[in-house]
């Protein structure tokens, strides 16, 4: 095993609560310990049910704490103990129940109660029926959680125990572990806050039809991807689209491109970096119908649009201007002009241009970019957008060293 590894000797303190994912915890310390970290397990009574304590200990090699009420564990201040010995506290699974106690402040149990003594990183990986995970609820005091520096491993989204399907299911154990490594081992963005738009913008016709794009937003989530890979603070606001929230993304839900906009200018402060990958709709109906439209045989319908606000543009030249803007050009003929041209009147400091069009780029899992700066250009061929991403990523985080160390 490499020195270098990032786990290697850390204390990794690991909760497990009362979700039938918690089987995946074994494999989870076992790995853990592979890559040289020192892993400790307290469960909760629900926990217990699913996995004994005499399996994570087996794995672990170390006692498993369960009972806050133990008076030989608590004599010696047990809770405390454990506490201060982790590196980082790890939850996984972790259940809306966990997570309500954690966003409450509660201490009822071992978990809680340690959780709110330590004073190490915490990451939650949240597994739960899909239901419970969407509700109003729990989504605020996972908010509550984000604000407070708890970071978050998933879900994931697929098939359930439940025999559902959708957003909930604990992040499998080889993504904890990247993302993990990714934490331990800042990437060449740590600590660098990232804005990035994606997916198309619906404008409404009438309570039912709208104006829209092609776009999928799988190069913006893919760069979302990308980014917090990288070790970036990653703020994701996307169009309507049915994709997965890539792990570690805060992700903002619109569905205009006024409402895009106004989320844009809310996050912007102190933003180091803005990636507006989304096809944002350049018009929208004027005046919107309250009601359903009805057809007239003999009637055409004719709709008055309206500018929609420019988003790029009002990012390049707002107050505290992030320091790299990087917009995205999708064409249909001569890429190279319009996207220089593009580059120039917006103020950008990076523009990537695609070819659209015949099958190409919207709703596809591969792309090709033209890239653009002052000077520069470079070209990267057709791949998974994920590859294309990170190649991105790359150039986009030498662009903005670059800049910065003027």
């Not at 926990?47 to 004994?52: E, R, V």
């Not at 959780?115 to 915490?122: D, G, K």
């Not at 509700?135 to 125990?161: M, W, Y």
């Amino acid at each position: 095993m490499s020195e270098n590894n990032a786990l290697q000797n850390k204390h990794i303190l690991l909760g497990v609560t009362g979700s039938i994912a918690a089987y995946k915890a074994a494999d989870l310390v076992r790995r853990l310990k592979e890559l040289g970290a020192e892993v400790r397990v307290m469960m909760s009574q629900g926990g217990t049910q699913f996995i004994t304590p005499l399996t994570m200990q087996t794995v672990s090699g170390n006692p498993v704490s369960v009972n806050f009420f133990d008076a030989d564990e608590e004599a010696a201040m047990g809770h405390i103990k454990l506490a201060r010995w982790a590196d980082w506290i790890l939850i996984a699974p972790a259940t809306a129940d966990c997570l309500a106690k954690l966003a409450h402040g509660h201490a009822d149990d071992l978990i809680s109660t340690v959780c709110l003594a330590s004073e190490a990183p915490i990451m939650v990986a949240p597994a739960m029926n899909n239901k419970m995970w969407s509700h109003i609820a729990t989504q605020h005091n996972c908010q509550l959680l984000k604000q407070r520096g708890v970071e978050f491993i998933g879900p994931e989204s697929g098939d359930q125990a439940c025999g559902e399907q959708g957003e909930g299911r604990l992040m499998a154990v080889d993504n904890m572990l990247t993302f993990l490594l990714a934490k331990l081992q800042p990437g060449p963005m740590a600590g660098k806050k990232v804005i990035i738009t994606a997916g198309p913008t619906h404008e409404p016709i009438d309570p039912v039809r709208f104006i829209a794009n092609r776009s999928s937003g799988k190069m913006g989530f893919a760069l979302a991807q990308a980014s917090v890979d990288a070790g970036a603070d990653v703020t994701l606001i996307s169009g309507p689209v049915t994709m997965s929230t890539p792990t570690g993304v805060n992700r903002v839900n619109v569905e205009t491109a006024q409402q895009m906009y106004d989320a844009v200018m809310q996050h912007l402060t102190q933003t180091n970096i803005f990636i507006g990958c989304a096809a944002v709709a350049d018009y929208r109906p004027a005046t919107p119908a309250k009601t359903k439209l009805k057809k007239s045989a003999d009637v055409d319908l004719s709709l008055q649009l309206e500018l929609n606000p420019d988003i790029i543009s009002a990012v390049a030249n707002a107050d505290g201007r992030p320091d790299l803007v990087v917009g995205f050009a999708a064409e249909t003929d001569d890429v190279e002009h319009y996207a220089q041209q593009k580059l120039q009147q917006k103020r950008l400091d990076i523009i990537a241009a695609n070819r659209v069009g015949d099958g190409l780029a919207f709703s596809q899992d591969n792309n090709a970019l033209e890239v653009f700066w002052e000077s520069g250009h470079k070209s990267l061929t057709n791949a998974p957008k994920l590859d294309i991403a990170r190649e991105l990523i790359t150039l986009i985080t030498e662009r903005y060293h670059a800049k910065n160390s003027i």
